[in-house]
Every structure is written in C-alpha cells, then in structure tokens.
Nanobody
Framework: DVQLQASGGGLAQPGGSLRLSCEFS????????VTWFRQAPGKEREGVSC????????FYTNSAKGRFTISSDSAKSTVYLQMNNLQPEDTATYYC????????????????????WGQGTQVTVSS
C-alpha cells in the first residue's frame, strides 16, 4: 500500500520558518509527483508546491515563490517543504499528496488527479 506521512507543522511567528516533511512508502512507480496542498478554514484546498520526479522539476503557487522551497531526498523517500518568511495567511492544514506519472504546469495543482493523500499537519503563523 502507498502511504504518505506528513510532519513538521507547528506554530511560527511571522517571518519565521518551518520545514514540512512528507515521507512516502509503497511506491512501485518510477515516475511520480508529490505535492503539498493546504487548506485554511472556509477556503478551498490550494496547491502550494510540487516535486516532479520525471525531470526533477518543481512548481510553486505565486504566494510561495521566493519563500518556499520544495526538495526531495530519494534515499529517505521524503519530500520536504522549507517555508521561510511565514505570514499569517500561510496558516492552514498542509497535506502532501502523490500521483503516479508526470505532471505539468497546468495540472500539478489539481487536487482530483492525486491518488494518494497523507494526513494533514497544522501550520499556524501568529505572533
């Protein structure tokens, strides 16, 4: 079975940093994408950043560009999301999700294409 385990959430002050981890197991497919989504109360789930194993490409939502960095450690089967300069609007439950196959700039943020989801990890940014 494919499993994803998200961790690393917590409380941060505005301007602070957190690093989320998504450890995955049970992958039998060589090409996959792992994406971080977030959902704040009363808002739709939003794609934040994606790592595409096909070519190592990465994607970011506009609000994450320049502040968040996604990376992958294949030896640890883990995808990280380094979040710097956090702001109150980053407060949300963050989920990691995976899909087998390639994704594009036009598809990576579409939640319905993802086959596997981890549990959420809460990120709260507040002074």
């Amino acid at each position: 079975d494919v499993q994803l385990q998200a961790s690393g959430g917590g409380l941060a002050q505005p301007g602070g940093s957190l690093r989320l981890s998504c450890e995955f197991s049970g992958f039998t497919f060589r090409i996959y994408a792992v994406t971080w989504f977030r959902q704040a109360p009363g808002k739709e789930r939003e794609g934040v950043s994606c790592f595409n194993s096909y070519d190592g490409s990465t994607f970011y939502t506009n609000s994450a560009k320049g502040r968040f960095t996604i990376s992958s450690d294949s030896a640890k089967s883990t995808v990280y999301l380094q979040m710097n300069n956090l702001q109150p609007e980053d407060t949300a439950t963050y989920y990691c999700a995976a899909v087998s196959g390639d994704v594009t700039d036009g598809s990576w943020a579409l939640a319905p294409i993802y086959q596997y989801w981890g549990q959420g990890t809460q990120v709260t940014v507040s002074s």
